[in-house]
């Protein structure tokens, strides 16, 4: 069963999935699967109204959703023809730069904005201001590249020192006596951590503060603060090291780790949970809308230990003026937003490696893009 859902998730990232930049129109492909007609163009989602959707539509942020991003607008292309919507996917960190200096639409981001942001989000927003729209969950797996290993099984406290520098061979007595069965090698510990500012980061180590506080002392953010280590940029550069060196473990969005073997975290609970959709989606069901207004910002339990929840979860915002956009791209902003959090478009979510968002969530986000102006 396992093999066949990711031989179906990785089908439909295959069919789905644009790669590079996206500067896109309505575009063939060479994939002859249901998600296309007999040239192997996109079918478009019968739920997509573009309404006066036209031009470019500029956005950036999160990496960690790059792979949704690119599913979700090829099926958009192919259904508004001369929409062209390019994603950068540089990071949290610089979409949200880009979007509060007025150079992106949207910007996606893992964090929700802070109040020094959403201070400098009304210079942008006229009249307005930026908030978070929850519209992408994924489990945060820890990927790892450990010959002979293929079910490792760790704990907050043991990932806070492997991360932290505190534990450096893969045959430490922590990881030991977590893994009794494990022929464990006397390999070095390679670490990687994000280069970039990053909301992957900023959850992962909210997760170690909330769980192990005395393993991990640092404040937390988008910035990586422990010493040691190594980086990457990106999503796909933490992957591409986890990948090619051995002894290598990092973390990332699941979508990433396709291939690759994770990590199952002993919670607490009955067995230890590996990430998946399912685990994170009863993470995301518990969280709370902690955010202001028409600001939907969620506070997500990282504790949790109920059984089959995976606890290191993220959830991927769309930030957006709440009032005060760009005339010239409100109606794109707002046709390619109100695909995204439909049925439809949460619904290629979950073969393709993310967890929809929970309905009763969801629902408030398509009244609050309704809104928009």
């Excluded at 610089?94 to 109040?115: E, H, K, P």
Aim: with cysteine; net charge negative.
């Amino acid at each position: 069963m396992k093999l066949q859902r990711m031989n179906r998730r990785a089908l439909t990232l295959g069919a789905l999935a644009v790669s590079g930049a996206l500067a896109l129109t309505a575009c063939g492909s060479d994939d002859t699967g249901n998600s296309g007609d007999a040239t192997g163009a996109a079918k478009p989602s019968g739920s997509i109204q573009c309404d006066d959707a036209k031009g470019q539509l500029l956005a950036d942020g999160s990496s960690a959703q790059k792979n949704a991003i690119d599913a979700w607008v090829k099926q958009f292309a192919a259904a508004c023809q001369g929409v062209q919507i390019n994603y950068k996917g540089s990071g949290s960190g610089a979409g949200i730069t880009a979007f509060n200096q007025g150079q992106v639409a949207f910007a996606g981001s893992d964090s929700a904005l802070d109040s020094e942001e959403i201070a400098a989000s009304k210079e942008v927003c006229e009249g307005g201001q930026g908030i978070d729209l929850p519209m992408v969950g994924g489990p945060i797996a820890l990927a790892y590249n450990v010959p002979g290993v293929e079910n490792l099984v760790l704990d907050a406290p043991t990932i806070a020192k492997i991360f932290d520098g505190k534990i450096t061979k893969w045959n430490d007595a922590a990881i030991k006596k977590l893994n009794p069965e494990a022929d464990l090698p006397d390999l070095k510990i390679q670490a990687f951590h994000r280069s970039d500012e990053s909301g992957t980061t900023d959850n992962f180590t909210k997760y170690l503060i909330a769980t192990t506080p005395d393993n991990w002392k640092y404040e937390g953010g988008k910035a990586w603060q422990a010493k040691g280590g190594q980086s990457a940029s990106g999503s796909s550069g933490v992957a591409q090291q986890v990948s090619q060196v051995s002894g290598a473990i990092s973390y990332m969005e699941l979508s990433y780790a396709e291939g690759m073997d994770v990590v199952a975290i002993d919670t607490g609970a009955a067995e230890p949970v590996k990430a998946s959709t399912e685990g994170a989606t009863k993470a995301i069901a518990d969280a709370k809308i902690v955010g202001q207004g028409k600001d939907l910002a969620l506070d997500i339990n990282y504790k949790t230990s109920a059984d089959g929840a995976y606890p290191i979860t993220l959830v991927t915002y769309e930030i957006v003026c709440d009032k005060g956009n760009k005339a010239e791209t409100l109606p794109t902003t707002k046709a390619f937003l109100n695909y995204i959090a439909s049925e439809d478009g949460q619904g290629l979510l979950a073969d393709a490696g993310y967890a929809p968002i929970p309905d009763e969530i969801i629902t408030k986000v398509r009244t609050t893009i309704e809104g928009l102006s």
